[in-house]
T-cell receptor, first 114, second 111 residues
Framework: AQSVSQHNHHVILSEAASLELGCNYSYGGTVNLFWYVQYPGQHLQLLLKYFSGDPLVKGIKGFEAEFIKSKFSFNLRKPSVQWSDTAEYFCAGLSGAGSYQLTFGKGTKLSVIP | AAGVIQSPRHLIKEKRETATLKCYPIPRHDTVYWYQQGPGQDPQFLISFYEKMQSDKGSIPDRFSAQQFSDYHSELNMSSLELGDSALYFC??????????FGNGTRLTVT
């Protein structure tokens, strides 16, 4: 069965610290991967996506993610976090093999301390 | 553990037809959200319900309507379908301020 795992439930960082949120997926065949963010009191936004091509994907607000096929990973990174990055982050995968099943991870809450 | 269930998984309709998408939240979750995501696009918030009442409305076309029933499941009704309605529709549920839990989505293809 397709699955997406986010191993960090809650991450607490100080401002200017570097961030890496883990995401692992188990899919067969073609997969599209996404990172979403939900800021407090706001609706879901797409941070970045990977469909094919360059495995290093750059998104909005200085975020990036690297698709490592051999590790089945799509970790989200940011070199220096800000207080405004405090939010819930979700990794998701979409199977492109015809089933069009979208699977979300359970989310990681990021708290950035000023 | 029970998850958010969406049905159908994939739906193919012709222009001007009607479609109904269903979302069954996690038991005891009181809030349901609907999102639409076109290919390569940001998810667009459509509408949400809290305790069976509409709580927030986003970019939902007038051709669409939704409701939450007494058992907390929600249905998104889409009429006069257009080619541009082809997208992935996913719903999420939550309880209070708990994190969202997502369904697997319904892929709607309008031909």
């Amino acid at each position: 069965a397709q699955s997406v795992s986010q191993h960090n439930h809650h991450v607490i960082l100080s401002e200017a610290a570097s961030l890496e949120l883990g995401c692992n997926y188990s899919y067969g065949g073609t997969v599209n991967l996404f990172w979403y963010v939900q800021y407090p009191g706001q609706h879901l936004q797409l941070l970045l996506k990977y469909f094919s091509g360059d495995p290093l994907v750059k998104g909005i607000k200085g975020f990036e993610a690297e698709f490592i096929k051999s590790k089945f990973s799509f970790n989200l990174r940011k070199p220096s976090v800000q207080w405004s990055d405090t939010a819930e982050y979700f990794c998701a995968g979409l199977s492109g093999a015809g089933s069009y099943q979208l699977t979300f991870g359970k989310g990681t809450k990021l708290s950035v301390i000023p | 553990a029970a998850g958010v269930i969406q049905s159908p998984r994939h739906l193919i309709k012709e222009k001007r037809e009607t479609a109904t998408l269903k979302c069954y939240p996690i038991p005891r979750h009181d809030t349901v959200y609907w999102y639409q995501q076109g290919p390569g696009q940001d998810p667009q918030f459509l509408i949400s319900f809290y305790e069976k009442m509409q709580s927030d409305k986003g970019s939902i076309p007038d051709r669409f309507s939704a409701q939450q029933f007494s058992d907390y499941h929600s249905e998104l009704n889409m009429s006069s379908l257009e080619l541009g309605d082809s997208a992935l529709y996913f719903c999420a549920s939550s309880f209070g301020n708990s994190p969202l839990h997502f369904g697997n989505g319904t892929r709607l293809t309008v031909t």
